[in-house]
């Protein structure tokens, strides 16, 4: 679609495609709504997976963040994905194991 009513991003993680959106329809129009926001995350499976991005993580959660990105360690590969559009956003999986 050409004029999404709501903000949806086709991905393709670990070679599967998945689906990464939102129910905010400001997030299309406002920049100010990127600040903390919900995504989902389906890719045909039956979860999906509830998202808070908070693009304006502050220095002292670095340390929280720290141990998925520490040496020998990576971020889930959703994450990464998720930081192609938001360079440095804290991801939140809620409570969810990560997954994918």
């Not at 393709?12 to 709504?33: A, E, P, Q, Y």
Request: hydrophobic share 35%; glycine share 8%; proline share 6%.
């Amino acid at each position: 679609l050409k004029t999404p009513k709501f903000p949806v991003w086709l991905c393709s993680i670990k070679g599967m495609h998945s689906v990464l959106f939102s129910t905010n329809r400001l997030l299309l129009s406002d920049w100010k709504m990127e600040h903390v926001f919900h995504l989902y995350f389906y890719n045909g499976q039956p979860r999906t997976a509830h998202l808070t991005v908070d693009t304006h993580s502050h220095h002292w959660e670095e340390g929280r963040c720290e141990g998925a990105s520490s040496v020998g360690r990576r971020a889930p590969s959703l994450e990464m994905a998720i930081r192609t559009k938001w360079p440095g956003a804290a991801v939140s999986w809620n409570g969810t194991d990560p997954f994918f």
